[in-house]
């Protein structure tokens, strides 16, 4: 060893130990929480905001996510629920299948309307939904659906508002969720997750956030804040069930596309692999809460816009771990070239919900949105005590 | 951690227990081998991180793939750089000039970036300077690195219907880690080889 090598024994050590605490010190915990009971953010303690109190809110305990989705939560608007839909809709009977569709309509960019038609044979385009004689059952998880409505406050500025997105071309009547969902005779559930844009348009303002549709009733309401990272997302999930009694838990989620690059770096890119993480924990602390002795009582499918970049990340093979009767994905690219858009599916203990195989499959169009829609179909198989 | 450490220290320890040459007067003093070892600590360590983000986050080890990749680095880089700074004050003194021009135009692309991207802020352009940074002190390796991945993953994103996007902006970045940790290797190496090893004296008898 040469003199001045030997010289800094210390140093060496010192200089390791320091690299080993520093790369050790780059992690990014989370865990979840079941939030107070009531309206979560300031503006929705208006009148309006009735929704979010019968919403099970959970979300990250850690001082900093608290503090930045407190934030970005003052500047969206109410919740909404409209928990039935249009009796025409009838029953969800043992054989009946009923589809999941998953997609990201670009902020009220997708055509929406035109999907129901020509995907599900609905059509709700003349004031008055006119079912086809394919109509299925359905529930809708739709991520960047935007909402449009006085209720959403007023800001003095820009900060934690991101800017609006507002789609081009944009062909259309431009009528919000809430709009297409009650003029759909759907029930609805709608949760924003952030403002879009400050501006005003036609003396309203927006926001946008992820929404369930469903031509079956929706019940037990929860809103999962997730581990921050670039933006405020708000997974929501709601429950159906079948005539015989059977349920399904829907979950809607939307991961962020990116962090900081300060926090991707010291994360080690474990954005949406820790908002993933999030979900699933807090999930489970719901199934607790619901069934404390019991394992899972109740089918779950989980379908949205990870925002993933290719099929293997993290996040998505760990969701295929907690998700483990999820169809294949195949790689299929839903906004080119990525991978982003997924659905997922764990059975409860007893099997009554099944996934039809072969079912999963994507849409041919976008129908003007930046997404395409993936779609799979479930079918009760059993009723409850039989 | 534990295992990640032990490894750390292993190949530590193998990288400094090997004898270097006869130390030369005037070739390396303390402020070089301790900048040398900091730097190298510093610039192998973020292109590690760098370099292992995206393939690691491919796999289910995720963060824990990085972390392995980071310690790695960093303790490849710290041996180095006190190999480098141990053997030769102009090589360190190269190397700081860069990782200072590397900080410099870092902070520029994060200033532009903070502009644009909505979410960006003071951390962001730290964070870009930073990486720059550790470019800047090994910009050759990481250069040629990151163009020898850039096209392996083009042509392999054309040539193979499974390897994604994803794989081949990885392979990029892996290339300029790989790329620039091994220059700070090479360039150890080549100091010390310069400052002259140890002799090998063979006895030869050639009988005419």
Known sequence: MSPVVAGFPRLRFCLLVASIAAVSGCTADYSMEPQPAGPLCPSQSAALGTADSIIAWYGPGQARDKRKLGEWCKTVGPSVIDSLPSPDYGNWVIGDSLAIVTWNVNVGGGDLELFLREE??????????????????????????????????????????????????????????????????????????????????????????????????????????????????????????????????????HFSVSSTFYRTLTTGNSTRLRQAQGMVEALSIVEAERSPDAAPSIATTAGGDTNTWSDDETALQQLRIDFPESPPSGGVVTRAPFPTDHIFFRQDAERRIELIDGSYRRTESTYDSDHQARIVWLRAVLGVGK | MWKEGAATLCTLLLFLTVTPGRAQEGEGGAWSTVAGGALGLYSAG???????????????????????????????????????????????????????????????????????????????????????????????????????????????????????????????????????????????????????????????????
């Not at chain 2, 909505?118 to 050759?140: E, L, M, Q, R, T």
């Open chain 1, 120 to 253: 599900l044979d609905l059509d709700c385009e003349r004031g008055q939904p006119t079912r086809g004689r394919h109509t299925p059952h359905f529930a809708l998880l739709l991520q960047e659906a935007r909402r449009q409505s006085h209720a959403v406050p007023i800001v003095p500025d820009g900060r934690n508002v991101p800017p609006r997105i507002e789609p081009d071309p944009w062909p259309g009547e431009h009528r919000d969720i809430v709009d297409i969902a009650r003029g759909c005779g759907l029930a609805l559930f709608y949760v924003p997750s952030m403002r879009n844009g400050v501006e005003e348009t036609d003396g309203t303002r927006e926001d946008r956030g992820n929404a369930i549709l469903s031509t079956l009733p929706l019940s037990d309401f929860v809103a999962l804040e997730l581990p921050f990272e670039g933006s405020r997302k708000v997974t929501v999930a709601a429950t159906v069930h079948s005539q015989a009694g059977d349920s399904l838990r829907l979950v809607n989620l």
């Open chain 2, 46 to 208: 973020m292109l590690a991180v760098t370099g292992s983000l995206i393939p690691c986050t491919q796999t289910l080890a995720g963060v824990k793939c990085v972390r392995v990749a980071a310690v790695s680095g960093s303790a490849i880089g710290l041996a180095s750089g006190i190999y480098l700074g141990d053997a030769s004050e102009q090589f360190v003194e190269d190397r700081l000039r860069g990782a200072g021009y590397g900080l410099l135009i870092g902070s520029g692309v994060g200033l532009m970036l903070q502009r644009v991207v909505p979410h960006y802020g003071f951390k962001d352009i730290a964070a870009f300077g930073a990486s720059g940074a550790a470019i800047g002190a090994s910009p050759k390796g990481a250069i040629i690195g990151f163009a020898a991945g850039t096209l392996t993953g083009a042509v392999l994103w054309q040539l193979i219907p499974t390897f994604e996007f994803a794989d081949g902006v990885g392979l990029a970045l892996a290339g300029m880690a790989i790329g620039g940790i091994a220059s700070w290797v090479i360039d150890a190496a080549d100091a010390q080889g310069s400052k002259g090893g140890p002799e090998l004296v063979l006895p030869v008898t050639i009988r005419i």
